[in-house]
Protein backbone atom coordinates (compact mmCIF):
# COMPACT_ATOMS: atom_id res chain seq x y z
CA UNK A 1 0.00 0.00 0.00
CA UNK A 2 2.37 2.58 -1.35
CA UNK A 3 1.70 6.18 0.37
CA UNK A 4 -0.90 4.83 2.65
CA UNK A 5 -0.04 5.21 6.15
CA UNK A 6 -1.65 2.36 8.50
CA UNK A 7 -1.65 2.27 12.11
CA UNK A 8 -1.20 -1.00 13.73
CA UNK A 9 -2.90 -0.32 16.95
CA UNK A 10 -6.36 1.85 15.19
CA UNK A 11 -6.10 -1.53 12.35
CA UNK A 12 -5.83 -3.70 15.41
CA UNK A 13 -8.70 -1.93 17.43
CA UNK A 14 -11.22 -1.90 13.93
CA UNK A 15 -10.80 -5.37 13.42
CA UNK A 16 -11.80 -6.30 16.76
CA UNK A 17 -14.48 -3.78 16.64
CA UNK A 18 -15.89 -5.19 13.55
CA UNK A 19 -16.19 -8.60 14.53
CA UNK A 20 -18.07 -7.32 17.81
CA UNK A 21 -20.68 -5.99 15.39
CA UNK A 22 -20.93 -8.82 13.46
CA UNK A 23 -21.48 -11.07 17.20
CA UNK A 24 -24.56 -7.81 17.76
CA UNK A 25 -26.21 -10.04 15.07
CA UNK A 26 -25.03 -13.63 15.13
CA UNK A 27 -25.24 -14.79 17.80
CA UNK A 28 -26.80 -12.15 19.55
CA UNK A 29 -29.51 -10.73 18.20
CA UNK A 30 -30.54 -13.98 17.27
CA UNK A 31 -30.77 -15.51 20.89
CA UNK A 32 -32.54 -11.95 21.75
CA UNK A 33 -35.08 -12.35 19.48
CA UNK A 34 -34.98 -16.33 19.61
CA UNK A 35 -35.56 -16.37 22.71
CA UNK A 36 -38.35 -14.27 22.66
CA UNK A 37 -40.73 -16.16 20.87
CA UNK A 38 -43.07 -19.00 21.16
CA UNK A 39 -40.84 -22.41 20.73
CA UNK A 40 -42.57 -22.86 17.05
CA UNK A 41 -40.68 -19.93 15.69
CA UNK A 42 -37.77 -20.16 17.04
CA UNK A 43 -35.63 -21.57 14.55
CA UNK A 44 -37.44 -19.19 11.72
CA UNK A 45 -36.71 -16.19 13.70
CA UNK A 46 -32.81 -16.69 14.64
CA UNK A 47 -32.74 -17.92 10.55
CA UNK A 48 -34.32 -14.07 9.64
CA UNK A 49 -30.48 -12.58 11.44
CA UNK A 50 -28.61 -15.36 10.17
CA UNK A 51 -29.95 -14.98 6.63
CA UNK A 52 -29.62 -11.15 6.33
CA UNK A 53 -25.75 -11.91 7.74
CA UNK A 54 -24.94 -13.91 4.47
CA UNK A 55 -27.43 -11.63 2.06
CA UNK A 56 -26.30 -8.24 2.98
CA UNK A 57 -22.31 -9.32 3.24
CA UNK A 58 -22.63 -10.67 -0.36
CA UNK A 59 -24.31 -7.56 -1.63
CA UNK A 60 -22.06 -4.91 0.62
CA UNK A 61 -19.39 -6.21 -1.55
CA UNK A 62 -20.95 -6.38 -4.85
CA UNK A 63 -22.94 -2.64 -4.89
CA UNK A 64 -23.79 -1.81 -1.29
CA UNK A 65 -20.81 -0.18 -0.40
CA UNK A 66 -20.41 2.04 -3.48
CA UNK A 67 -24.10 3.18 -2.97
CA UNK A 68 -23.61 4.34 0.74
CA UNK A 69 -19.58 5.47 0.93
CA UNK A 70 -19.07 6.02 -3.09
CA UNK A 71 -18.42 9.36 -4.36
CA UNK A 72 -20.82 11.73 -4.00
CA UNK A 73 -23.76 12.29 -7.16
CA UNK A 74 -26.05 15.24 -6.01
CA UNK A 75 -26.08 14.52 -2.12
CA UNK A 76 -28.27 11.30 -3.02
CA UNK A 77 -26.35 8.62 -2.98
CA UNK A 78 -22.88 6.99 -4.27
CA UNK A 79 -21.52 7.12 -7.41
CA UNK A 80 -20.48 3.35 -8.61
CA UNK A 81 -16.83 3.89 -8.58
CA UNK A 82 -16.54 1.02 -5.64
CA UNK A 83 -18.64 -1.29 -7.09
CA UNK A 84 -17.42 -4.91 -7.00
CA UNK A 85 -14.97 -2.78 -4.70
CA UNK A 86 -13.17 -1.55 -7.21
CA UNK A 87 -10.17 0.00 -6.38
CA UNK A 88 -10.11 -0.35 -2.57
CA UNK A 89 -8.00 -2.70 -2.04
CA UNK A 90 -4.36 -1.23 -1.19
CA UNK A 91 -6.08 2.33 -1.01
CA UNK A 92 -7.33 4.38 2.31
CA UNK A 93 -10.65 5.80 2.64
CA UNK A 94 -11.00 9.81 3.77
CA UNK A 95 -13.34 8.57 6.64
CA UNK A 96 -10.43 6.03 8.16
CA UNK A 97 -7.31 7.36 7.36
CA UNK A 98 -5.28 5.24 9.38
CA UNK A 99 -7.14 1.39 9.04
CA UNK A 100 -6.95 -0.21 4.81
CA UNK A 101 -9.98 0.94 3.18
CA UNK A 102 -10.78 -2.39 3.19
CA UNK A 103 -11.65 -2.63 6.81
CA UNK A 104 -13.40 0.24 6.40
CA UNK A 105 -15.91 -1.72 4.69
CA UNK A 106 -16.26 -4.56 6.53
CA UNK A 107 -16.73 -2.35 9.12
CA UNK A 108 -19.65 -0.94 7.35
CA UNK A 109 -20.50 -3.95 6.32
CA UNK A 110 -21.75 -4.75 10.15
CA UNK A 111 -23.87 -2.29 10.33
CA UNK A 112 -25.86 -2.42 7.26
CA UNK A 113 -26.02 -6.39 8.47
CA UNK A 114 -27.67 -5.65 12.01
CA UNK A 115 -30.02 -3.13 10.36
CA UNK A 116 -32.65 -5.35 8.56
CA UNK A 117 -31.99 -7.76 10.96
CA UNK A 118 -33.20 -5.59 14.02
CA UNK A 119 -36.93 -4.65 12.14
CA UNK A 120 -36.99 -8.29 11.85
CA UNK A 121 -38.41 -8.85 15.39
CA UNK A 122 -41.61 -7.21 14.47
CA UNK A 123 -42.90 -9.64 11.69
CA UNK A 124 -42.04 -12.56 13.71
CA UNK A 125 -44.39 -15.82 13.75
CA UNK A 126 -46.02 -14.19 10.85
CA UNK A 127 -44.12 -13.78 7.92
CA UNK A 128 -43.23 -15.94 5.03
CA UNK A 129 -39.42 -16.50 4.17
CA UNK A 130 -39.15 -16.46 0.38
CA UNK A 131 -41.18 -12.83 0.86
CA UNK A 132 -38.96 -11.69 3.62
CA UNK A 133 -35.54 -12.46 1.76
CA UNK A 134 -36.89 -10.49 -0.90
CA UNK A 135 -37.43 -7.53 1.36
CA UNK A 136 -34.55 -7.60 2.95
CA UNK A 137 -32.71 -7.40 -0.40
CA UNK A 138 -34.62 -4.58 -1.22
CA UNK A 139 -34.96 -2.67 2.31
CA UNK A 140 -30.92 -3.02 1.85
CA UNK A 141 -30.90 -1.77 -1.53
CA UNK A 142 -33.49 1.11 -1.28
CA UNK A 143 -33.33 2.62 2.37
CA UNK A 144 -30.42 1.45 4.19
CA UNK A 145 -27.45 2.37 1.47
CA UNK A 146 -29.20 6.11 0.68
CA UNK A 147 -29.59 6.68 4.01
CA UNK A 148 -26.37 5.91 5.03
CA UNK A 149 -24.74 8.13 2.39
CA UNK A 150 -27.01 11.09 3.49
CA UNK A 151 -25.87 10.84 6.48
CA UNK A 152 -22.14 9.34 6.73
CA UNK A 153 -21.24 9.31 2.97
CA UNK A 154 -21.10 12.61 1.87
CA UNK A 155 -24.79 13.43 1.16
CA UNK A 156 -27.14 15.80 1.97
CA UNK A 157 -28.50 15.36 5.73
CA UNK A 158 -25.01 15.44 7.07
CA UNK A 159 -23.36 18.34 4.52
CA UNK A 160 -26.40 20.59 4.61
CA UNK A 161 -28.42 20.10 7.48
CA UNK A 162 -25.48 19.24 9.71
CA UNK A 163 -26.93 16.71 11.92
CA UNK A 164 -24.86 14.93 14.47
CA UNK A 165 -25.21 10.61 14.34
CA UNK A 166 -22.08 9.17 15.87
CA UNK A 167 -22.90 5.75 15.27
CA UNK A 168 -26.56 4.97 13.64
CA UNK A 169 -29.35 6.50 15.83
CA UNK A 170 -30.67 7.34 12.76
CA UNK A 171 -28.91 5.34 10.29
CA UNK A 172 -29.65 2.07 12.20
CA UNK A 173 -32.10 2.62 14.74
CA UNK A 174 -34.90 5.18 13.91
CA UNK A 175 -34.62 3.79 10.31
CA UNK A 176 -35.32 -0.10 11.30
CA UNK A 177 -37.90 1.63 14.04
CA UNK A 178 -39.86 3.07 11.07
CA UNK A 179 -39.64 0.64 8.78
CA UNK A 180 -40.90 -2.31 12.16
CA UNK A 181 -43.96 0.31 12.65
CA UNK A 182 -45.39 0.23 9.01
CA UNK A 183 -44.61 -3.44 8.76
CA UNK A 184 -46.25 -4.50 11.65
CA UNK A 185 -49.29 -2.20 10.27
CA UNK A 186 -49.33 -3.50 7.20
CA UNK A 187 -49.29 -7.15 7.93
CA UNK A 188 -51.64 -7.20 10.64
CA UNK A 189 -51.63 -8.96 14.15
CA UNK A 190 -50.38 -12.73 14.63
CA UNK A 191 -53.61 -15.04 14.92
CA UNK A 192 -55.07 -14.90 18.99
CA UNK A 193 -52.97 -11.61 19.55
CA UNK A 194 -53.66 -9.95 21.96
CA UNK A 195 -56.56 -12.47 23.10
CA UNK A 196 -54.16 -15.23 23.63
CA UNK A 197 -50.85 -15.14 25.59
CA UNK A 198 -47.73 -15.44 23.80
CA UNK A 199 -44.79 -15.36 26.52
CA UNK A 200 -41.27 -15.81 25.68
CA UNK A 201 -40.60 -19.53 25.20
CA UNK A 202 -36.77 -19.24 26.53
CA UNK A 203 -36.14 -16.01 28.52
CA UNK A 204 -32.67 -17.16 29.26
CA UNK A 205 -31.90 -17.30 25.54
CA UNK A 206 -32.64 -13.41 25.60
CA UNK A 207 -31.13 -12.37 28.40
CA UNK A 208 -27.74 -14.02 26.87
CA UNK A 209 -28.64 -12.09 23.89
CA UNK A 210 -28.49 -9.40 24.96
CA UNK A 211 -25.57 -9.87 27.03
CA UNK A 212 -23.72 -10.56 23.77
CA UNK A 213 -25.53 -6.82 22.66
CA UNK A 214 -23.95 -5.01 25.09
CA UNK A 215 -20.64 -6.35 24.79
CA UNK A 216 -20.89 -6.51 20.91
CA UNK A 217 -22.06 -2.36 21.23
CA UNK A 218 -18.39 -1.54 22.21
CA UNK A 219 -17.61 -2.29 18.83
CA UNK A 220 -20.45 -0.46 17.44
CA UNK A 221 -20.13 2.74 19.29
CA UNK A 222 -16.65 2.72 20.60
CA UNK A 223 -15.65 1.57 16.92
CA UNK A 224 -17.45 4.18 15.35
CA UNK A 225 -14.34 6.43 16.04
CA UNK A 226 -12.22 4.59 13.67
CA UNK A 227 -9.65 4.82 15.83
CA UNK A 228 -7.74 3.63 18.84
CA UNK A 229 -7.66 6.79 21.07
CA UNK A 230 -9.27 9.22 23.13
CA UNK A 231 -12.54 9.07 21.10
CA UNK A 232 -13.21 5.61 21.30
CA UNK A 233 -12.18 5.44 24.97
CA UNK A 234 -14.95 7.95 26.14
CA UNK A 235 -17.65 6.08 23.31
CA UNK A 236 -16.38 3.04 24.87
CA UNK A 237 -17.29 4.59 28.68
CA UNK A 238 -20.30 6.39 27.53
CA UNK A 239 -22.03 3.20 25.60
CA UNK A 240 -21.23 1.24 29.44
CA UNK A 241 -22.84 3.89 31.44
CA UNK A 242 -25.62 4.75 29.17
CA UNK A 243 -26.70 0.52 29.23
CA UNK A 244 -25.94 0.57 32.93
CA UNK A 245 -28.57 3.51 33.45
CA UNK A 246 -31.40 2.39 31.42
CA UNK A 247 -31.36 -1.15 33.17
CA UNK A 248 -31.89 0.68 35.90
CA UNK A 249 -34.44 3.41 34.75
CA UNK A 250 -36.62 0.35 33.21
CA UNK A 251 -36.59 -1.22 36.51
CA UNK A 252 -37.25 1.17 38.69
CA UNK A 253 -40.07 2.32 36.55
CA UNK A 254 -41.55 -1.34 36.10
CA UNK A 255 -41.21 -2.17 40.03
CA UNK A 256 -42.92 1.15 40.75
CA UNK A 257 -45.97 0.16 37.70
CA UNK A 258 -46.03 -3.61 38.57
CA UNK A 259 -44.54 -3.95 41.83
CA UNK A 260 -42.17 -6.07 41.11
CA UNK A 261 -38.65 -5.95 38.45
CA UNK A 262 -38.57 -8.78 35.99
CA UNK A 263 -35.37 -9.84 33.83
CA UNK A 264 -36.50 -9.02 30.39
CA UNK A 265 -36.95 -5.75 31.71
CA UNK A 266 -33.68 -5.60 32.94
CA UNK A 267 -32.17 -6.83 29.39
CA UNK A 268 -34.83 -4.97 27.24
CA UNK A 269 -33.75 -1.30 29.30
CA UNK A 270 -29.86 -2.29 28.91
CA UNK A 271 -31.02 -2.57 24.83
CA UNK A 272 -32.63 0.73 25.39
CA UNK A 273 -30.34 2.04 26.54
CA UNK A 274 -27.67 1.20 24.00
CA UNK A 275 -29.51 2.17 21.53
CA UNK A 276 -30.33 5.85 23.19
CA UNK A 277 -26.68 6.46 23.52
CA UNK A 278 -25.90 5.45 20.06
CA UNK A 279 -26.34 9.20 18.15
CA UNK A 280 -24.46 10.72 20.75
CA UNK A 281 -21.50 8.24 22.32
CA UNK A 282 -18.73 9.91 20.71
CA UNK A 283 -19.93 14.04 21.33
CA UNK A 284 -21.49 14.00 24.57
CA UNK A 285 -19.84 13.10 28.39
CA UNK A 286 -20.01 10.53 30.72
CA UNK A 287 -22.46 12.72 32.83
CA UNK A 288 -24.51 13.11 29.83
CA UNK A 289 -24.42 9.39 29.11
CA UNK A 290 -25.84 8.36 32.40
CA UNK A 291 -28.88 10.97 31.20
CA UNK A 292 -29.24 8.92 28.03
CA UNK A 293 -29.63 5.85 29.88
CA UNK A 294 -31.99 6.90 32.40
CA UNK A 295 -34.13 8.59 30.19
CA UNK A 296 -34.01 5.93 27.63
CA UNK A 297 -34.73 3.53 30.10
CA UNK A 298 -38.07 5.04 31.37
CA UNK A 299 -38.91 6.41 27.89
CA UNK A 300 -38.75 2.92 25.96
CA UNK A 301 -40.51 1.19 28.74
CA UNK A 302 -43.50 3.34 29.07
CA UNK A 303 -43.44 3.39 24.81
CA UNK A 304 -43.56 -0.79 24.93
CA UNK A 305 -46.24 -0.29 27.39
CA UNK A 306 -48.59 1.71 25.36
CA UNK A 307 -48.35 -0.60 22.81
CA UNK A 308 -51.33 -2.99 23.50
CA UNK A 309 -53.74 0.48 23.79
CA UNK A 310 -52.55 1.51 20.57
CA UNK A 311 -53.46 -1.70 19.26
CA UNK A 312 -50.16 -2.44 16.29
CA UNK A 313 -48.35 -6.10 16.49
CA UNK A 314 -44.83 -5.28 17.40
CA UNK A 315 -43.81 -9.24 18.18
CA UNK A 316 -40.77 -8.12 19.57
CA UNK A 317 -40.49 -4.27 20.55
CA UNK A 318 -38.60 -3.04 18.21
CA UNK A 319 -40.71 0.34 17.51
CA UNK A 320 -40.67 0.85 21.53
CA UNK A 321 -37.18 0.17 21.80
CA UNK A 322 -35.41 1.41 18.13
CA UNK A 323 -37.39 3.97 16.98
CA UNK A 324 -38.60 5.75 20.08
CA UNK A 325 -35.16 5.19 21.64
CA UNK A 326 -33.07 6.42 18.64
CA UNK A 327 -35.53 9.30 18.29
CA UNK A 328 -34.90 10.43 21.84
CA UNK A 329 -30.70 9.77 21.75
CA UNK A 330 -31.11 11.81 18.38
CA UNK A 331 -32.66 14.79 20.28
CA UNK A 332 -30.18 14.63 23.00
CA UNK A 333 -27.64 14.56 21.23
CA UNK A 334 -28.47 17.82 20.01
CA UNK A 335 -28.96 18.92 23.82
CA UNK A 336 -25.88 17.57 25.16
CA UNK A 337 -23.13 16.88 22.14
CA UNK A 338 -19.74 19.54 23.33
CA UNK A 339 -16.73 19.81 21.20
CA UNK A 340 -15.03 19.84 24.27
CA UNK A 341 -15.77 15.44 23.44
CA UNK A 342 -15.02 15.86 19.90
CA UNK A 343 -13.04 18.22 18.01
CA UNK A 344 -15.22 17.51 14.99
CA UNK A 345 -18.19 18.90 16.31
CA UNK A 346 -18.22 22.54 14.68
CA UNK A 347 -17.64 20.91 11.07
CA UNK A 348 -19.74 18.30 11.26
CA UNK A 349 -22.79 20.51 12.92
CA UNK A 350 -22.16 23.88 10.53
CA UNK A 351 -20.72 25.46 12.52
CA UNK A 352 -22.21 24.46 16.21
CA UNK A 353 -19.06 23.76 19.01
CA UNK A 354 -21.89 22.13 21.37
CA UNK A 355 -25.50 21.34 21.75
CA UNK A 356 -28.31 23.50 23.62
CA UNK A 357 -26.74 22.84 27.05
CA UNK A 358 -24.01 24.92 25.24
CA UNK A 359 -25.80 27.73 24.35
CA UNK A 360 -26.97 26.25 20.36
CA UNK A 361 -30.55 25.44 20.36
CA UNK A 362 -30.62 25.44 16.61
CA UNK A 363 -28.09 21.78 17.01
CA UNK A 364 -31.74 20.69 18.47
CA UNK A 365 -33.72 22.21 15.60
CA UNK A 366 -31.09 20.36 12.96
CA UNK A 367 -31.41 17.14 14.77
CA UNK A 368 -35.25 17.03 14.61
CA UNK A 369 -34.72 17.82 10.62
CA UNK A 370 -33.15 14.89 10.51
CA UNK A 371 -35.18 12.76 12.40
CA UNK A 372 -38.15 14.03 10.62
CA UNK A 373 -36.81 13.31 6.91
CA UNK A 374 -35.45 9.84 8.23
CA UNK A 375 -39.55 8.95 9.09
CA UNK A 376 -40.91 10.23 5.87
CA UNK A 377 -38.23 8.46 3.91
CA UNK A 378 -38.04 5.29 5.64
CA UNK A 379 -41.60 5.15 6.24
CA UNK A 380 -43.15 5.86 2.88
CA UNK A 381 -39.84 3.98 1.17
CA UNK A 382 -40.83 0.66 3.61
CA UNK A 383 -44.62 0.99 2.53
CA UNK A 384 -43.59 0.82 -1.41
CA UNK A 385 -41.59 -2.53 -0.49
CA UNK A 386 -44.19 -3.94 1.41
CA UNK A 387 -46.54 -3.49 -1.88
CA UNK A 388 -44.00 -4.90 -4.23
CA UNK A 389 -42.67 -7.81 -2.20
CA UNK A 390 -46.34 -8.68 -1.20
CA UNK A 391 -47.81 -8.53 -5.12
CA UNK A 392 -44.40 -10.74 -6.31
CA UNK A 393 -44.06 -13.48 -3.04
CA UNK A 394 -47.65 -12.74 -0.62
CA UNK A 395 -46.13 -12.08 2.77
CA UNK A 396 -48.33 -13.11 5.08
CA UNK A 397 -48.46 -16.95 6.00
CA UNK A 398 -51.35 -18.70 6.18
CA UNK A 399 -53.43 -19.41 8.69
CA UNK A 400 -53.00 -22.81 8.80
CA UNK A 401 -48.55 -22.25 8.22
CA UNK A 402 -48.79 -20.06 11.16
CA UNK A 403 -50.71 -22.27 13.33
CA UNK A 404 -48.05 -25.20 12.84
CA UNK A 405 -45.41 -22.50 13.24
CA UNK A 406 -42.92 -21.13 10.78
CA UNK A 407 -40.39 -23.71 11.55
CA UNK A 408 -42.32 -26.59 10.23
CA UNK A 409 -43.72 -24.37 7.43
CA UNK A 410 -41.49 -22.43 6.20
CA UNK A 411 -37.61 -24.61 6.36
CA UNK A 412 -39.55 -28.40 7.58
CA UNK A 413 -37.41 -28.17 11.04
CA UNK A 414 -38.06 -28.40 14.73
CA UNK A 415 -36.09 -26.33 17.54
CA UNK A 416 -37.26 -29.09 20.06
CA UNK A 417 -38.64 -32.69 19.38
CA UNK A 418 -39.59 -33.52 22.79
Avoid at 93 to 111: D, E, G, M, R
Avoid at 131 to 153: E, Q, R
Avoid at 169 to 190: C, D, E, F, N, P
Amino acid sequence: MDGIVVDSGDTAWMLTSTALVLMMTIPGLFLFYGGLVRSKNVLSTIMHSFFCAALISVTWVLYGYTLAFGPDVGGLIGGLDFLGLNGVLGSSQALAPTIPHVLFVAYQATFAVITPALISGTFAERIRFPAFALYMLLWTTFIYGPLAHWVWGGGWIGTRIGALDFAGGTVVHISSGVSALVTALYLGKRMGYPQQPMPPHNLAFSVIGAALLWVGWFGFNAGSAVSAGQLAATAFLNTNTAAAAATLGWMIAEWLRSGKPTLLGAASGAVAGLVCITPGAGFVTPLAAIVFGLAGGVVCYFAVSLKPLLGYDDALDVVGVHMIGGTLGAILTGVFATGAVNAAVPALSLGLDGGLLYGHPEMVRQQVLAIAVTYVFCGVGTLAILVVVDALAPLRAPADDERMGLDLSQHSEQAYTS
